[in-house]
């Protein structure tokens, strides 16, 4: 057997399991004797004076101390005072063993703190009967501290989650953008529940897909691999925004048998729960998480508040900005009407085309392009450049130099060239900015080309009025993120339309002054004759 610690005495036997008992008297015979008795019901430790006492308490924490108060070096008192003082043995309970009888000495025993105060002699039955009401008080006052530990913690949890959900309400209430609030709701979500991982994906409902907006402790590879997928995926993710149930598997196990393709995923639970609007689902929140969880009451109402601030959230945005294309909408449609008012003005302005026509490439810069060039057709077929306009007044006097029949840009040769033979708008949404140096005839032209810089989306649009071809107006872009689309199409046809009424207009004003001309020299030549 070991040996008590400070005696020479062999220690009782330690059994495997149950309270622990440390003894402590410096009487070989009493310890013996006690420790024969206790040892019967519970495991025990024996030493012969305080300071090893101490030192055994230390290194394991006994569930009950019973000591003599009379010992030499660290009595009986100073052992409890020392007890007390040391977190990791504060609460065991100490029974004091002493001979000196009397009331005084029990009452300064349990002021010093001891749980109890035998005096000797004692009958067996009183001490085991005490050390067993000890431990078992012990026991319940354990078993209490942890309810109000986890009582504590519970509170600690909720107030934590309820202070999350608050702080999501008030991040979301500025957010006007899915990705925005994808990222408030993924993080919070993750942090709140200690998830190794999570991400939000919205549906496309037209294409019967997922796209996964934000995502946070994925490996780059399983990012990449679904940022998008189908709403028919077998996953929890998708069947939650497929079905509209949340969908709760707190064992790897328990995924497995219900989702066999992820039988090998590291992950342990998982959470995913659907983002409902109107009792529709517009995508799904999931978490996941390294090893197996359980998901109480508690934690799956928060996570489906989540959910739900996030989903009213992200419709929210959309809405807004819905909302918003419809407000830039209507002022771009504000804005464009009033340009062709002041082009219309323009045009009425002046019966001298040329000077009409250069003030209208002028009025389209930059509203409508960053290069604008207006070209009229000849009575032989030939094409005359009479105006051109640039954003950037050096690149301007480039583009005099890059006039027919030199070289007709903006546009491109032959899309001008098709504009003009079919009578009808060409459009070139994005250009292949190598074919317009190929089009470069000599080192001069590829010069000026480069000097020129990139133009990209170029239109052009016959001037015909009365089935009669005029010229045409051609619009291109220099920065990379102006790009035209259909409205600008519409807009710049419509400017066409109103510029070759007013070139007509003007030629045929001019036909009928050169025709009232030639009556009035043909009337003044009979008035002659006769």
Not at 94 to 105: I, K
Not at 113 to 124: C, E, M, R, T, V
Not at 225 to 247: K, N
Not at 441 to 468: C, E, F, K, M, N
């Amino acid at each position: 057997l070991p040996r008590a610690a400070g005696t020479g005495e062999p220690a009782a036997d330690l059994q495997p399991s149950g309270p622990l008992i440390l003894l402590v008297d410096d009487n070989a015979d009493m310890r013996d004797y006690l420790g024969r008795l206790l040892s019967q019901h519970w495991a025990v430790r024996m030493v012969g004076d305080g300071q090893a006492a101490l030192a055994a308490a230390r290194e394991q924490t006994p569930d009950l101390v019973l000591a003599d108060v009379m010992m030499p070096g660290l009595d009986g008192f100073q052992l409890l005072r020392a007890l007390r003082a040391d977190e990791r043995t504060c609460a065991a309970p100490v029974l004091l063993l002493s001979a000196r009888a009397g009331e005084e000495a029990a009452v300064e025993g349990l002021d010093a703190g001891a749980d109890d105060y035998l005096i000797k002699p004692f009958s067996a039955r009183e001490l085991l009967a005490r050390v067993r009401t000890h431990l078992a008080l012990a026991q319940l006052r354990r078993e209490s501290a942890a309810r109000e530990t986890r009582a504590r913690q519970a509170a600690e949890r909720a107030a934590d989650r309820s202070a999350r959900l608050q702080a999501v309400t008030a991040a979301l209430v500025d957010i006007r953008a899915p990705a925005q609030v994808a990222a408030v709701v993924v993080e919070q979500g993750v942090a709140a529940m200690g998830a190794s991982a999570g991400g939000l994906a919205l549906l496309d409902a037209g294409l019967g897909e997922l796209d996964l907006i934000h995502q946070v402790g994925y490996p780059p590879g399983q990012q990449s691999e679904w940022l998008r997928f189908p709403l028919a995926a077998p996953i929890p993710l998708a069947e939650a925004a497929r079905t509209g149930i949340p969908i709760w598997l707190e064992t790897r196990a328990e995924r497995a048998a219900r989702y066999p393709d992820l039988a090998g995923a590291d992950a342990g639970a998982w959470a995913a729960l659907p983002l409902l609007i109107g009792g529709r689902a517009i995508g799904a929140l999931g978490l996941r998480f390294a090893g197996p969880r359980s998901f109480d009451e508690a934690e799956r109402a928060f996570l489906s508040a989540l959910a739900q601030q996030g989903a009213q959230a992200i419709d929210r945005a959309r809405l807004d900005a819905a909302e918003r294309r419809v407000q830039d909408e209507l002022a771009q449609a504000q804005r464009r009407a009033t340009f062709l008012a002041d082009a219309g003005a323009l045009l009425a302005s002046s019966l001298d085309e040329q000077t009409t026509l250069k003030r209208l490439a002028r009025l389209c810069v930059p509203f409508l392009a960053d290069i604008c060039a207006v070209d009229l057709v000849l009575d032989d077929g030939a094409i005359r450049r009479v105006a051109v306009a640039h954003v950037d007044p050096a690149k301007e006097r480039v583009l005099h130099l890059l006039s027919p029949p030199t070289l007709p840009l903006p546009p491109p040769v032959e899309q001008l060239q098709q504009a003009l033979a079919a009578g009808k708008s060409t459009f070139v949404p994005v250009l292949d900015e190598t074919r317009l140096i190929e089009q470069a005839g000599d080192d001069d032209q590829r010069a000026l080309l480069l000097a020129l810089g990139a133009y990209r989306s170029p239109i052009v649009v016959p001037l015909t009025a009365r089935g009669r071809l005029i010229g045409a107006l051609s619009f291109a872009t220099s920065d990379p993120a102006r790009r035209y689309g259909p409205a600008d199409l519409a807009l710049v046809e419509e400017l066409a339309r109103r510029a070759a009424v007013a070139l007509d207009n003007a030629h045929l004003y001019h036909e009928a002054r050169e025709l009232a001309r030639d009556e009035r020299r043909h009337a003044s030549s009979l008035r002659m004759l006769t």
